[in-house]
């Protein structure tokens, strides 16, 4: 693994860089480090020149031997002008027709001026889903593929109120502090909200887990499983001229196949962050409790069947599933992860027989890892900084960020073997999402395409 190299100058000049002021789009780079000369060595991959990749160079930022690419194609398909224009999140889930779900919390709703790139008006939902549709089982790649599954206040008139906001797509059942009309008029609730959780497919249904929160303190409140129908067909565009939201009903797209499972965990102890349906047959569960990462598994790959909880045995520390919730104490004494390491929003994915973790280190670090296990189980072994996000995004106006998160691996969008990551910026403070040049392009997705990856973790 090769050093990491960091001076006050580079900091310094990152918080000081902004772009020109024509709105022109500045292809940024890595900050102006050492280029390590081991790379000098490795033969690039071929590239098609169709998928719209741009090579960051190396310089002690990423594993030996990856190549890492800015996917432009991908930030140009979440790169919106009108209806769902931004989002925290990015989770990701692949449709039996090769569609893709993505799965977003606080989403910008309204109108983006295309040239400078600013929110002119809107509403932030407190949560959304949108789709990528599939043609003839491939997923499309232009931006007229990407529909939200928008609940729309306003759909034809620009000039009135509300043009192109939305509703929250999943409402918390105990949120009381919006009347309905306040809702009708697209306010969103102030007090209980429902975050994004994974999601997986069984018996031709989207099971999608939603953790409760109260949305000042964020602190969790139980579980929600909701299950959506996939018999209806993918909306084209907006939903219609004659219903300005979309409300599925049955036979339509993501129809509710039965009521919410409203509690459906209960308990403070936050499960669900991620869902991986593995060929053994179950869905492994994965809930990040502190520094601790657990496991829950399903009986079958549905969510409804039972379920039984990895916990390690005070006494003789052996791992067994238990079908009782665990305490915080046993949560405590479970972790998944070898030698206590960190992660924050875990994707979970297998190839060729290896189970694989990607995560930030820590909230809001710029450093991804990869580790790898034997099992679903864990434990999560070999750890690999496999890349660092870069310092600077592609954007007119200021291009350094405040934050930076919910990194989300989607194996489902690999072309020939690559992983691809994603992973969302935001703003200094709310106001800073409408105010100036550029501000559409925080709180949105990013892309990268990482190459030779598997030769990070030594496959």
């Not at 490795?42 to 990856?66: F, K, M, S």
């Not at 690419?69 to 398909?77: E, M, Q, T």
């Amino acid at each position: 693994m090769k050093k990491h190299f960091f001076t006050m100058a580079c900091a310094i000049a990152a918080m000081a860089f902004t772009a020109c002021d024509d709105y022109d789009i500045i292809q940024t780079e890595y900050d102006d480090m050492l280029v390590n000369p081991e790379r000098q060595t490795v033969t690039p991959p071929d590239v098609d020149a169709d998928w719209q990749l741009e090579l960051i160079p190396d310089v002690g930022r990423q594993a030996d031997n990856v190549f890492v690419y800015k996917d432009l194609k991908y930030n140009n398909i979440f790169s919106r002008t009108t209806g769902w224009n931004g989002g925290c999140g990015g989770i990701s889930t692949l449709l039996p027709d090769g569609s893709i779900l993505w799965a977003f919390n606080d989403s910008y709703f309204g109108v983006v001026d295309a040239a400078e790139r600013t929110r002119l008006s809107g509403n932030v939902p407190l949560n959304m889903l949108l789709v990528q549709r599939a043609h003839n089982g491939k997923v499309g790649e232009t931006p007229a593929d990407l529909i939200a599954l928008a609940d729309y206040v306003n759909w034809t008139d620009p000039n009135a109120d509300g043009y192109l906001y939305s509703r929250t797509f999943m409402r918390h059942p105990n949120a009381k502090g919006k009347t309905e009309e306040a809702i009708a008029r697209g306010e969103v609730d102030g007090d209980q909200a429902y975050r994004i959780g994974g999601a997986v497919v069984a018996d031709g249904k989207v099971q999608m887990l939603w953790r409760g929160a109260r949305v000042m303190t964020d602190n969790s409140n139980g579980v929600t499983m909701t299950q959506y129908s996939l018999s209806g067909a993918i909306p084209e565009g907006r939903y219609g001229t004659a219903v300005n939201d979309y409300k599925p009903q049955s036979g339509d797209f993501l129809a509710m196949a039965a009521e919410p499972s409203h509690l459906f965990i209960t308990g403070s102890i936050p499960t669900g962050q991620a869902v991986f349906a593995d060929a053994d047959g179950h869905s492994y569960i994965y809930g990040v409790s502190g520094q601790n990462i657990f496991v829950a598994r399903s009986q079958t790959h549905d969510l409804t069947s039972p379920w039984e909880y990895y916990v390690r045995d005070a006494t003789t520390g052996v791992m067994r599933w238990q079908t009782t919730f665990p305490t915080a104490d046993e949560v405590a004494r479970s972790n998944i992860m070898a030698n206590g390491y960190l992660a924050v929003h875990p994707t979970i994915f297998c190839d060729n027989g290896t189970y694989y973790m990607l995560t930030q280190a820590v909230a809001n670090s710029t450093e991804v890892y990869l580790y790898s296990a034997a099992a679903p189980t864990g434990p999560f072994d070999n750890q690999v900084m496999l890349f660092n996000l870069p310092s600077f995004i592609d954007k007119v106006g200021i291009t350094t960020y405040a934050q930076i998160g919910n990194v989300f691996a989607h194996p489902e969008l690999s072309r020939s073997g690559e992983l691809v990551v994603s992973a969302c910026t935001k703003a200094g403070n709310t106001a800073d999402n409408y105010t100036y040049a550029g501000s559409a392009d925080f709180t949105r997705p990013f892309f990268f395409r990482i190459f030779n990856w598997k030769a990070a973790a030594g496959k």
